[in-house]
């Protein structure tokens, strides 16, 4: 009997050489999965699966994580307001732990020796995968063909020429990633320093002109409606903001940062629904959230989008954290309003209970209520006692020329 190897597959250029690779040089059963993070349609799920048995797999099996997938990480997200360098909103790096985590699990179900994936050398993935299936099933080992033989797109292509495999690779000049939260978009362009994608290199198109509204309301931190439909799933508000959100062409952008293996690397990406809700749910935030909160709430939240994207999720630390966020959300309910118009869009404004501004203490730079001209005086005289003391002893040093 042939050992069983379990394949992390999409149905794209790399995990399509993989199954070739294990199955004829390897000599293995390649079971083909794909873990569903919420960036697939049926009909899309059903051509992976037939472009998976077209190569030979002894099964396929779909894997859906979309919920898990939300409820263990994207909502911790929006309570966090994280966007990774002031950017990019993990849109890939935070749904792989989830995918591995469904691979491992699916790997121990049938009983299989190896677990595999099309990952290169170069790239954050092949750290996020390995961690994940060192650390929970280090009795099954791995196998990673295109970071091994350091292929080409174009060796790739022509081993599976030789097998017999005819497509038409050009439609894969870029690698999509597509999630619920975001899809990730490279090509030639993102690894130079200089070029930007071409319009046609994004997914959705701009299909909308003019303006539009939309109202987005949260009850503690999650999302409720939108537009005013009441949705009993967040994932399906997401699904909702997105839709609207990619008639306009919104969320594009390039990311750059550090990679997990110590390079800078360059991405692009679209992201309508993950940058309006977090740009939403942060303006509602600042108005019914201390100022202590959201300053801690910031410094945490930059630890947590920093331990995600470097693998780091199953760290004992990341549920501390998640703890924190979760409480800081008790008052975060209310409705944001936005206008949306080709390639970007606004905050107008919120409403809420909470709202901080609404205290009937005074209103800024207008008038003051609860307190009065002297107490300010007062106030001020005491808070100026330290720098006063420091200037009378240390005489010119605050000069400023």
Not at 167 to 186: E, P
Request: net charge negative; glycine share 8%; proline share 2%.
């Amino acid at each position: 009997m042939k050992e069983k190897v379990v394949l992390a597959y999409s149905g794209g250029l790399d995990t399509s050489f993989c199954v070739k690779y294990l199955s004829i040089e390897k000599g293995l059963e390649v079971y083909s999965a794909i873990a569903n993070t919420g960036g697939f349609s049926t009909e899309e799920l059903k051509n992976v699966e037939e472009k998976a048995y077209q190569l030979g797999v002894a099964k396929h099996a779909t894997i859906d994580v979309t919920d898990v997938y939300y409820r263990n990480c994207i909502r911790y997200m929006i309570y966090g307001n994280i966007l990774k360098n002031n950017t990019y909103p993990l849109s890939v790096s935070s749904e792989r732990i989830f995918q591995a985590l469904a691979i491992v699990k699916y790997a121990r179900e049938i009983g299989a020796k190896y677990i595999a994936h099309g990952s290169t050398g170069a790239g954050n993935d092949q750290v996020r995968f390995d961690l994940t299936f060192q650390i929970l099933a280090p009795e099954i080992q791995i196998i990673t063909p295109i970071r091994d033989l350091t292929l080409s797109r174009d060796e790739e292509i022509e081993y599976l020429k030789k097998q017999g495999v005819e497509r038409d690779w050009t439609k894969m000049a870029y690698s999509i990633n597509k999630g619920l939260w975001g899809t990730s978009v490279g090509g030639k362009e993102t690894l130079t320093s200089h070029m930007s994608l071409p319009d046609a290199a994004y997914p959705s198109q701009l299909q909308a002109d003019g303006e539009e509204d939309m109202t987005i309301e949260f009850v503690k931190g999650e999302i409720k409606s939108v537009n005013g439909k009441v949705f009993a799933n967040p994932v399906e508000a997401i699904q909702a903001i997105e839709a609207i959100g990619n008639r306009y062409a919104i969320g594009r952008d390039t990311h750059v940062g550090d990679t997990i293996i110590g390079i800078k690397g360059r991405v692009g990406f679209e992201a309508a629904a993950p940058l309006m809700i977090l740009k939403a749910h942060h303006t509602l935030e600042k108005h019914t959230l201390t100022k202590w909160q959201m300053y801690w709430k910031e410094q945490l939240a930059n630890w947590y989008g920093m331990l995600l994207h470097e693998a780091q999720y199953l760290e004992p630390v990341m549920r501390d954290i998640e703890k924190f966020m979760e409480h800081s959300q008790e008052n975060v309910t209310g409705k944001v309003f936005l206008k949306l118009r080709p390639y970007r869009f606004e905050v107008c404004g919120i409403e809420s209970a909470h709202d901080l501004m609404k205290s009937g203490f005074g209103d800024y730079g207008e008038v003051n209520k609860a307190w009065s001209g002297d107490d300010v005086k007062g106030f001020t005289t005491i808070l100026a006692n330290q720098l006063k003391i420091f200037n009378h002893v240390n005489k010119g040093q605050l000069d400023i020329e």
